[in-house]
């Protein structure tokens, strides 16, 4: 494999909410057929790896790149995410490699530390502490649920709520070879398992889902490929937003989810 990987298996945690717990159908906006969130503030040329596979920010500490992949995710989806407001950010690898030290326990030039990341854990910690950046600036998120894996409507639904998704994937050699030769992601029978794997996914249309990772803000993924190989998925929700705006994104419960998140202590 030429790329990293690092996303530690999926972890069940039956207090996290879940999306559909939190809809209303009665004001559910209508699913379009196609939609795309992935911001074009940074040419395509411009995109990295993030540390993520083979790089030249830190050659002489990993030069075949980190398995990074979460810390990653978290960046591709707040540079997605920042395109909708005045608050612009652009993913460095210096911010992909201060959040991978400090919620990874990566200690540069020491590839025994570089042991990948727990997306939950990650996604907890993102919500209650924060996470830092190389600038010292700390991001915190309101609230996270999960997305029900067996239903591609209620993950897309989730993508035209919340914008960028997290997702978690088991990784068939056949992907990375599919997404080197830029090909669809699809399943192929028989395809060993490499590892897990985190992407963004913040576009769909009529025939794929469209993922982001290693230096691609898009590639196509068919539906088959992530009703087999995701394992957890994530709609973020900016919940200090809807407090200030005394709103929030038609179809969603708001004071249901954030008395929730307060009977948890969050």
């Known amino acids: 494999m030429i790329n990293k990987l690092g996303k530690h298996p999926a972890v069940y945690d039956p207090r996290t909410p879940k999306l559909k717990a939190f809809l209303l159908p009665s004001t559910l906006p209508t699913l379009p057929p196609a939609a795309d969130w992935v911001t074009d503030i940074v040419p395509d040329a411009d995109v990295t790896m993030l540390l993520n596979g083979p790089n030249t920010y830190a050659p002489a500490k990993a030069p075949d790149g980190l398995g990074c992949c979460v810390a990653a995710g978290f960046l591709n989806k707040r540079q997605n995410d920042s395109a909708a407001s005045s608050d612009i950010m652009i993913a460095t690898e210096a911010d992909c490699l201060a959040v991978y030290m400090a919620q990874g326990g990566y200690v540069p030039g020491d590839p025994n530390t570089d042991g990948g990341i727990e997306m939950l854990s990650f996604l907890k910690a993102w919500q209650t502490t ?15 649920v999960t997305v029900n894996l067996a239903d591609p409507d209620e993950r897309r639904m989730a993508m035209h709520l919340s914008g960028t998704l997290m997702s978690g994937i088991q990784v068939p050699q056949s992907f990375e070879d599919q997404f080197s030769a830029g090909d669809p992601i699809t399943v192929v029978n028989g395809s060993p398992i490499e590892g897990g794997h985190c992407i963004v996914q913040a576009a769909f249309d009529a025939t794929y889902d469209y993922g982001g990772c290693w230096a691609k803000k898009r590639f196509p993924i068919d539906p088959t490929f992530l009703l087999t190989y995701l394992d957890e998925c994530y709609a973020i929700f900016d919940t200090e937003l809807w407090i200030a705006n005394n709103s929030c994104p038609a179809g969603i419960d708001g004071d ?11």
């Open 130 to 144: 924060g996470l830092k950046l190389s600038n010292g600036s700390v991001h915190k998120i309101g609230a996270f």
């Open 256 to 266: 249901k989810l954030l008395a929730y998140l307060k009977q948890l202590g969050n």
